[in-house]
């Protein structure tokens, strides 16, 4: 059992940043790949990022690369998001994930769920 809090989100103007931080429990941290998805009111839930078990390895939105960075600490128990240049169009309430085993994309492939953050961008 993972149990996933994250922390970080607020109100930012358009081009500024901010940085979410996802600290889990338990210890077996370091066996999970974790990912970031986000929901925008009225959307479906839309992945952002996702990391390997020992950060090998990382994916990312086209619509957020080469402005979010995703990273994590085995050591902290801690998985990261890193929010540069964000775009009103960023504004969702943004969830940590926790799956065993390899990275994924798809939502439904991930067993533990954060309670989410609520990250708006103002123009």
């Known amino acids: 059992q993972v149990q996933l809090v994250e922390s970080g989100g607020g109100l930012v103007q358009a081009g500024g940043s901010l940085r979410l931080s996802c600290a889990a429990s338990g210890r077996t941290f370091g066996s999970y790949a974790m990912g970031w998805f986000r929901q925008a009111p009225g959307r479906e839930r839309e992945f952002v990022s996702t990391?390997?078990?020992?950060?090998?390895?990382?994916y990312y939105a086209d619509s957020v690369k080469g402005r979010f960075t995703i990273s994590r600490d085995n050591a902290k128990n801690t998985v990261y998001l890193q929010m540069n240049s964000l775009k009103p169009e960023d504004t969702a309430v943004y969830y940590c994930?926790?799956?065993?085993?390899?990275?994924?994309?798809?939502?439904?492939?991930?067993?533990?769920w954060g309670q989410g953050a609520q990250v708006t961008v103002s123009s």
């Open positions: 990391i390997s078990t020992y950060a090998g390895t990382t």
């Open positions: 994930a926790a799956k065993a085993g390899v990275t994924s994309r798809r939502d439904d492939n991930y067993d533990y």
